[in-house]
């Protein structure tokens, strides 16, 4: 099951609408290396925005991606 994760999560006031989306971890720290490099100009990705990716990650359960119910 693929996870999603914002680019807006990951940079805190950026406005673009990229989803990062990947099987695994690795593959969203691929898909936001070339994505921070490609459209946000930036030489790499830093270690911290690495360990945020992997606390979404792993806090993330795909079943729980949809918005989220009013209860109420
Ligand atoms: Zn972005």
Not at 27 to 37: D, K
Not at 52 to 58: P, Q
Request: hydrophobic content about 40%; overall charge neutral; charged content about 20%.
């Amino acid at each position: 099951m693929a996870t999603q994760i914002r680019c807006a999560e990951l940079m805190p006031g950026c406005r673009c609408t990229f989803v990062l989306i990947g099987e695994n971890v690795d593959e969203l720290i691929a898909v936001a290396t070339g994505h921070a490099v490609s459209d946000h100009g930036m030489p790499a990705i830093p270690p911290a925005m690495i360990a945020k990716l992997r606390g979404l990650t792993e806090d993330r359960d795909p079943s729980k991606c949809l918005p989220r119910q009013r209860s109420a």
